[in-house]
C-alpha cells in the first residue's frame, strides 16, 4: 500500500519505489560532471595533488556545463521519448557492456538492464534508469579491470539519458499533481504565534518534536498532518498563549499589579562578608584569650609548688606579652586566608584593600535579599540606553566592588517573591578592569535541597563589557524553565527552600576582568499599561465590558474577529467567517462565559482552525488555477524566510496584486534578509541541511579529550548558522560552503582552530591563512565532531554526510548481517583506522558499499573526534590520501577540496538548489521538479553563484510560485 501511495504522489505510474528519486541528485548536469572527471583523468594525479585550491576552483568553472555548455550535446526540442536513438545508438553499447553482469543470465545488485523499459515518459522503470546515470556518471561502471567504456559510448549513454530523464521531467510535472499542503512545525507555530501576538515567548515548548524526512528536514508534507485529537492540542496551545498575553479582567481594571524592585549593591553585599569575617575573627580572638586565661588560671591555682614540681609543660606558660604576640600572629594568618587570589569571584574594598571571596550557599536562605521599592539614587537607566561606551578603560567610583575574574559568576538570591509570569528586568552596574574582551551572561536557577537544583541560561544576548556602563536584560518569568517546584508551598528559611537566584556570568575565555557595583532586578516590568500585546486584541480602551449591553459585548466581538482573523489566517476574511466565529462566541456567552474568557475562546479556535495551521492549498495539475494567489505566495514567502507568518507588508502587497510581480519579489526577498527574523531562517535550514540534530547530543569522550567546555561546544553549534549568515550578508558564492579564506569564529574557536589574535565570545569574521587548515562547511570543529563516535574520527559518518548532505548523493543503505570489525582480536587492535577499514572493505559483503563511501571520509583523517588538527594518532602519521572509485587521487583534505571544486561545482551548486528548493516547498522533490531545479542552479551560476542569488531565483521560479 505504501508503494502505491508514493506512485501516486510522484505521479510516475508503476514506479518501484519512486522515492529513490531524491538519489539522482545528478540527472540534467551528468554530462557535466562526466566532463570535468575527463578532465581530471587526462592529467593524472596532478591537479589534487599539485595545483592550489584557488586554481581548481577557477579550472572547475571553466568546465562547468552551465557555463560553457557543450556544443556536440544533442538539444531538447521537443518533449517526446528518443526511442530510436536508444535502439540505435544506446542498447547495442548496453548489450556489449552491461547485459552481461544486469542481464538475464546474471542480476547484480538486483538490477537487469536488458529488460528496462527505455521510454522514461510514460515507462515503469525511471527509478532503474536514474540509478544507471548515476552511476556511469561517477564512473562507477562497468566496475575497474573489466570492460571499459570509450569515452565515445559514455557520452552516447549520459547525453540520451540526461536527456530523456529532462524530457521526463517536465512531461511528468505537466500530468502529475504534488502538493505543498501541511501544519506549522513546533518552531514554525511558536514564531507565528510570537509575530501575531507580539510576545517572544515559547508558546509551542510542550509539544513534541517533529520527524525528519529522508531528505533531513523537519517541515516535509510527508510528516505534518494533524489527528482530530491533535487538534484540542493545539487549541490548548492556542488558549495558554491567549491568556499569556492579555491582561485578567480582575487585573486590567486596578491598573499594573505591584513591582518588586531589588538593588543590591555591592556594597552591601561585601559588608556581609567582612562582617562574618569580623565575627570570625573575634571568635578566634576569644577562644585564644580564654585558652591562655584557662593556662593562667592553672598555673595561679598552684602557688606553693617548688620549682622542681612544676613539670615542663608548665614552665612554658607564656607571659602576657609572648601572648599578644602570638595572639597577632594567628589573628594576621586568619586575615591572610580572606585574600581570595586573582583567580576567585571576590569582593573589594579599594580604600583599605580588604577582600572577601564571593561565596553562596542554598541553607535556609540566608542570602536572599528583601525587595525594595524605591529607585536608588541615580541608578535609573532608561531601558534604550546605547550600551557601547567608549572603549576605555573607565573604572567605577564605587569604594567596594565584586570582581569577577574569567570564567567566575556571582549569584544574588531573591528569595520566593518572584512571579510567575510576566518580564523580570535585570540590571548590571558593571565596569571593565583589566585588558580582555569580557562578556556577562545571565543564568535563572534554585536549589531547593541537595539533590534538587537548577541554573539554566535566560540571556538571549551576551553584552560586551567596554567601559563603565549598565547593561540590561530582559526575561519572560513565564518562559524560565525549571521555576523551583516548591515554592509557595515550602517557607522561606526551611528546606527544602523555596527561594531562586540569578547568576551574573563573566564569560570571557582568558583576559578580561569585571567589576560589579550594583545588582538590578525588577519584576514584573510593563512598560505600558495595559500591555501592547492586550491592546492588539483588546485594541478599544474606551470599552466597558461591565456596563455594556449584549448588543454592544457582539459588536465588539465582531470587530475584534473582523481585525484578528485575517492577520491570523493570513488573507481577507469572507462576513460569513466572521459571523461564524460571533456565533460560537454568543452561544459561549450563552453558557456564562464572561465577555473576555468568551473572545479569547473563539480566538483560539480560530487558531487551532487549519485556517491557521495549514500551508498551502490542496494539489496543482498543471491548469491555469496551478501558480499561488498572492497570499498563498506571501505565506509561503514568509515561512522561507522568516519561518513565520507574513507582515502588513506582505498582506498589503499580496492585497495589491502586485507580489508576483519579479521586481516585487526580490525586492522583498532583500527587505526580509535586512529583517533580524531571518536569523531564523538562518538557523532552521542550516541545522537541518546538515543534519546537526545530531551534534545536539554530542559528548565527547572525557579520558580521549578532557577538559571540553559547554561553552566551545555552544561555539561549535552557532559556527555553521553563522557562517551561512554571513555569506547572505555578502552574497558571497555557493562555493565557500567547500572552501572559503575566511572563518565565522569567536576567541574559544580560534584558540582550538590555533588562531591567534581573537578575543571575546561574538563570532566575526576572521581571515584564514593555510596553515589554519580551515575554511568552509567540511572543516568546521562542530560538523565534524557531530560525525565521530566522541572518541576518534569516524571515515564512515563522515563519508555519508558528505555525500548526503552537501552533494546529495546518499550511497545506498547497507545490506542486512554485515559483519563487524572485531575490536577484541589483539591482530586487528594493532592496525591504524585506516588499515581496519580497507581489511573491512576487503570482505565481499562490504566492498560495494564501501568503495563509494570510505575514500571521502578518510580524507577527513586529519582532524580527531572534537575537530582538533593532528599530524598523529598514537605516534604513527596520519595517513589521509584515498583513491575514489574513479581512480582519482584524494590526499587529505586539501586534496578533497580541491576534487570538488575541479570536478563537483555543478553538482553541488544543483545539490543545493535542490535543498532550499525542498526546505522552501516544504515537501520531498520529485522527478517532476528536476527540470526545474536545473534551470535555477544554471542561472545561479552564470551569475556568479551568489548565495542571495540562489535565493532569488528561487523565489521568482515557477516552481515556488505553483502549489
Not at 371 to 389: C, T
Amino acid at each position: 500500500m505504501r508503494q502505491d501511495d508514493d506512485r501516486l504522489e510522484s505521479g510516475i505510474p508503476g514506479a518501484r519505489v519512486i522515492l529513490l528519486c531524491v538519489v539522482v541528485s545528478l540527472l540534467a548536469f551528468a554530462v557535466r560532471a562526466h566532463a570535468q572527471e575527463d578532465l581530471l583523468r587526462s592529467q593524472g594525479d596532478a591537479p589534487a595533488g599539485e595545483m592550489n585550491i584557488e586554481t581548481a576552483r577557477r579550472l572547475g568553472a571553466q568546465r562547468s556545463s552551465y557555463l560553457h555548455p557543450r556544443e556536440d550535446r544533442t538539444p531538447v526540442r521537443e518533449f517526446r521519448p528518443q526511442l530510436d536513438v536508444y535502439k540505435a545508438h544506446i542498447r547495442p553499447v548496453l548489450e556489449k557492456k552491461c547485459f552481461a553482469c544486469h542481464g538475464e543470465d546474471e542480476q547484480e545488485a538486483d538490477l537487469r538492464i536488458d529488460r528496462l523499459d527505455p521510454n522514461l515518459v510514460a515507462g515503469d522503470d525511471v527509478a532503474h534508469w536514474v540509478e544507471v546515470l548515476d552511476v556511469v556518471t561517477n564512473d562507477e561502471m562497468p566496475p575497474s579491470g573489466e570492460t571499459d567504456l570509450t569515452d565515445d559510448e559514455r557520452r552516447a549513454i549520459l547525453d540520451w539519458l540526461s536527456n530523456e530523464v529532462h524530457v521526463a521531467s517536465r512531461v511528468r510535472r505537466a500530468e502529475a499533481g504534488h502538493t505543498s499542503f501541511r501544519r506549522m512545525t513546533r518552531y514554525e507555530l511558536r514564531y507565528a504565534l510570537q509575530d501575531l501576538l507580539g510576545v517572544p515567548l515559547d508558546f509551542a515548548r510542550d509539544l513534541p518534536p517533529e520527524a525528519i524526512s529522508k531528505d533531513g528536514f523537519e517541515n516535509s508534507s510527508e510528516h505534518l498532518h494533524v489527528s482530530p485529537a491533535q487538534l484540542e492540542t493545539y487549541r490548548d496551545v492556542a488558549r495558554k498563549a491567549l491568556d499569556l498575553v492579555t491582561v485578567p479582567v480582575t487585573e486590567r481594571g486596578s491598573g499594573p499589579p505591584v513591582r518588586l524592585r531589588w538593588s543590591v549593591s555591592m556594597a552591601d553585599a561585601a559588608a556581609r562578608e567582612f562582617e562574618k569575617q569580623d565575627r570570625g575573627l573575634e571568635s578566634l580572638e576569644k577562644k585564644l584569650r580564654d585558652e591562655y586565661a584557662k593556662q593562667q588560671a592553672k598555673r595561679d591555682a598552684k602557688p606553693e609548688a617548688r620549682p622542681e614540681q612544676i613539670d615542663a609543660k608548665a614552665q612554658l606558660v607564656e607571659t602576657p606579652a609572648q601572648f599578644e604576640a602570638r595572639l597577632g600572629q594567628e589573628l594576621a594568618k586568619r586575615r591572610s586566608s580572606f585574600v581570595a587570589g586573582r583567580d576567585a569571584a571576590r569582593y573589594v574594598d579599594r580604600n583599605s584593600g580588604r577582600e572577601a571571596r564571593v561565596e553562596w550557599a542554598y541553607n535556609e536562605a540566608r542570602f536572599a535579599w528583601e525587595p525594595v521599592h524605591e529607585e536608588p539614587s541615580g541608578n535609573a537607566v532608561h531601558r534604550d540606553a546605547p550600551q557601547d561606551l567608549a572603549p576605555d578603560s573607565m573604572r567605577s567610583e564605587a569604594a567596594r566592588v565584586a570582581i569577577l575574574p574569567p570564567g567566575r559568576d556571582l549569584i544574588v538570591e531573591l528569595g520566593d517573591r518572584l512571579p510567575s509570569r510576566g518580564t523580570m528586568r535585570v540590571r548590571v552596574h558593571v565596569a571593565k578592569a583589566s585588558a580582555g574582551s569580557p562578556s556577562l551572561a545571565l543564568e535563572f536557577g534554585w536549589q531547593a535541597s541537595n539533590d534538587s537544583r537548577a541554573s539554566v541560561l535566560v540571556s538571549e544576548v551576551e553584552h560586551e563589557v567596554l567601559g563603565a556602563d549598565v547593561h540590561e536584560w530582559d526575561v519572560h518569568l513565564s518562559d524560565v524553565y525549571p521555576r523551583n517546584m516548591v515554592r509557595g508551598t515550602a517557607k522561606m528559611g526551611e528546606t527544602p527552600s523555596p527561594s531562586e537566584f540569578i547568576k551574573i556570568i563573566n564569560r570571557a575565555v582568558a583576559r578580561g576582568t569585571v567589576e560589579v557595583e550594583r545588582v538590578e532586578v525588577i519584576a514584573p516590568v510593563h512598560d505600558v499599561w495595559p500591555p501592547e500585546s492586550h491592546t492588539r486584541i483588546f485594541f478599544d480602551q474606551d470599552f466597558d465590558a461591565a456596563r455594556a449591553s449584549d448588543p454592544e459585548h457582539a459588536r465588539y466581538a465582531r470587530e475584534i474577529f473582523g481585525r484578528f482573523l485575517p492577520r491570523a489566517w493570513r488573507r481577507p476574511v469572507t462576513d460569513l467567517e466572521v459571523e461564524q466565529k460571533v456565533s460560537l462566541y454568543e452561544r459561549l456567552r450563552s453558557q456564562g462565559a464572561d465577555f473576555q474568557d468568551s473572545v479569547l475562546e473563539v480566538l483560539a479556535t480560530a487558531l487551532a482552525s487549519p485556517k491557521f495551521l495549514y500551508l498551502g492549498r490542496g494539489t496543482s495539475h498543471g491548469s491555469d488555477n496551478a501558480r499561488c494567489s498572492d497570499y498563498e505566495l506571501a505565506s509561503r514567502l514568509a515561512i522561507f524566510l522568516w519561518c513565520s507568518i507574513p507582515d502588513e507588508e506582505l498582506l498589503a502587497l499580496a492585497a495589491r496584486g502586485t507580489l508576483q510581480d519579479e521586481t516585487v519579489l526580490r525586492a522583498q526577498v532583500d527587505r526580509m534578509l535586512r529583517d533580524a527574523r531571518h536569523r531564523r531562517f538562518s538557523r532552521h535550514f542550516v541545522r537541518q541541511w546538515l543534519g546537526m540534530r545530531l551534534l545536539d547530543y554530542y559528548e565527547p569522550d572525557k579520558k580521549a579529550h578532557p577538559g571540553f567546555p559547554r561553552e566551545l561546544k555552544e561555539a561549535m553549534e552557532r559556527e555553521p548558522i553563522a557562517f551561512f549568515d554571513e555569506m547572505l550578508r555578502v552574497d558571497a558564492s555557493v562555493l565557500d560552503f567547500l572552501h572559503a579564506d575566511y572563518a565565522m569564529v569567536n576567541e574559544r574557536l580560534a584558540r582550538h582552530y590555533g588562531i591567534e589574535g581573537v578575543l571575546g565570545n561574538r563570532l566575526r569574521r576572521v581571515g584564514l591563512q593555510p596553515e589554519h587548515r580551515r575554511g568552509g562547511l567540511l572543516v568546521q570543529a562542530g560538523l565534524l565532531a557531530m560525525n565521530s563516535d566522541g572518541r576518534d574520527s569516524h571515515p564512515l559518518k563522515r563519508g555519508i554526510w558528505l555525500l548526503e548532505r552537501l552533494l546529495a548523493d546518499p550511497p545506498a543503505p547497507p545490506p542486512p548481517n554485515v559483519p563487524k570489525i572485531d575490536l577484541a582480536d589483539p591482530e586487528i587492535a594493532k592496525l591504524t583506522l585506516k588499515q581496519r577499514i580497507e581489511r573491512h572493505r576487503d570482505q565481499p559483503a562490504c566492498m560495494s558499499c564501501h568503495s563509494k563511501i570510505d575514500p571521502w571520509g578518510i580524507a577527513f583523517e586529519n582532524y580527531d573526534a572534537v575537530g582538533r588538527w593532528r599530524d598523529e594518532i598514537q605516534g604513527k602519521a596520519v595517513d589521509a590520501s584515498s583513491v575514489l572509485f574513479n581512480k582519482q587521487r584524494l590526499d587529505g583534505m586539501d586534496g578533497l577540496k580541491r576534487f570538488l571544486l575541479l570536478a563537483r561545482q555543478d553538482q553541488f551548486v544543483h545539490a543545493l538548489v535542490e535543498k532550499l528548493a525542498s526546505y522552501a516547498l516544504g515537501r520531498p522533490l520529485r522527478l517532476q521538479d528536476r527540470a526545474r531545479i536545473d534551470e535555477i542552479a544554471g542561472d545561479v551560476r552564470k551569475k556568479g553563484d551568489g548565495l542571495v542569488t540562489m535565493l532569488h531565483d528561487l523565489v521568482c521560479s515557477e516552481l515556488f510560485r505553483e502549489r
